[in-house]
């Protein structure tokens, strides 16, 4: 999750990632768990614009959800928001 991105995230005085994006990564997370119907490992992670492509793309991270996927066709594969085609959630491609 991006850490300097208010409001979709940031860290809070708790220190603890904060924000939209988080909001949807936790309830993308608790969909997936209730679709396989078994636990998945969640864990937050801090990106910036310029390590979230190389994270996902070389296997650190399995999923990101921030902006800025869709520019880089063939590296990750991008599920937008329909609203904003800026928005979503990047994986690794499969080719």
Not at 20 to 43: G, N, Q, R, W, Y
């Amino acid at each position: 999750m991006r850490d300097g991105a208010i409001p979709f995230g940031f860290i809070s005085k708790d220190n603890e990632h904060v924000g939209f994006s988080v909001d949807m990564a936790k309830e993308f997370h608790k969909a997936l768990e209730k679709e396989l119907a078994k636990p998945i490992k969640f864990t937050l992670k801090t990106t910036n614009p310029q390590t979230r492509i190389p994270l996902v793309a070389n296997g650190t991270i399995d999923i990101e959800g921030s902006t800025g996927c869709h520019d880089r066709p063939g590296q990750v594969w991008h599920d937008h928001d329909r609203s904003d085609p800026r928005d979503g959630f990047c994986q690794r491609s499969s080719g």
